[in-house]
T-cell receptor, first 112, second 115 residues
Framework: DAKTTQPPSMDCAEGRAANLPCNHS???????VYWYRQIHSQGPQYIIH???NNETNEMASLIITEDRKSSTLILPHATLRDTAVYYC?????????????FGKGTTLSVSS | EPEVTQTPSHQVTQMGQEVILRCVPI?????FYWYRQILGQKVEFLVS????????KSEIFDDQFSVERPDGSNFTLKIRSTKLEDSAMYFC?????????????FGSGTRLTVV
């Protein structure tokens, strides 16, 4: 069963920030939040992950609420190439090799 | 940047035939995975592999599927007797054994068409 809830679709104007929400109200203390995306049937691409602190890398920022029940992936300046399905996944990261289970994700459409 | 390489990119096979899908994971990764995605559906986990053993598998990964690391670089998925419903994109992935966790790197997939 899916541990996360995401809106099925979102739109964003090119150049604007895309904020993708994820609800994971049953997350446990040792579970990390991972974000991946899939561009047009290519292999999924890792974006970012975090436990409880906010994280930032060259692709995106991850904001996790203090109670850890939800998070937001932020693409600061969305481009047309960011059009993809975005997946929020929770997983016990210390168990290396544990399967990532994908849900339906959010389809982000970036338009000019 | 290191990549996971999958071959072939597209394979067409007749129902009942055996197919082998090949993957070259990233060289310093220790965990390997196979996923599949039927057209228009979710990415589904099949199997994970570590230290020459299956570490986890899904209900989809039944007796007609097998995995192997025949040498130090390749990782293969064999489907013994293909069915029409095996038609899908098959993705290989690999990951490091990091205590804090890390991302999987996925290949670009093999599109399997069973006719």
């Amino acid at each position: 069963d899916a541990k996360t809830t995401q809106p099925p679709s979102m739109d964003c104007a090119e150049g604007r920030a895309a904020n993708l929400p994820c609800n994971h109200s049953t997350i446990s203390g040792n579970e990390y939040v991972y974000w991946y995306r899939q561009i047009h049937s290519q292999g999924p691409q890792y974006i970012i992950h975090g436990l409880k602190n906010n994280e930032t890398n060259e692709m995106a920022s991850l904001i996790i609420t203090e109670d850890r029940k939800s998070s937001t992936l932020i693409l600061p300046h969305a481009t047309l190439r960011d059009t993809a399905v975005y997946y929020c996944i929770v997983r016990e990261s210390y168990q290396a090799g544990t399967a990532l289970i994908f849900g339906k994700g959010t389809t982000l459409s970036v338009s000019s | 940047e290191p990549e996971v390489t999958q071959t072939p990119s597209h394979q067409v096979t007749q129902m009942g035939q055996e197919v082998i899908l090949r993957c070259v994971p990233i060289s310093n990764h220790l965990y390997f995975y196979w996923y599949r995605q039927i057209l228009g559906q979710k990415v589904e986990f099949l199997v994970s592999f570590y230290n020459n053993e299956i570490s986890e598998k899904s209900e989809i990964f039944d007796d007609q599927f097998s995995v192997e690391r025949p040498d130090g670089s390749n990782f293969t998925l064999k489907i013994r007797s293909t069915k029409l419903e095996d038609s899908a994109m098959y993705f290989c992935a690999s990951s490091e054994a990091l205590p804090g966790g890390g991302g999987y790197t996925f290949g670009s997939g093999t599109r399997l068409t069973v006719v």
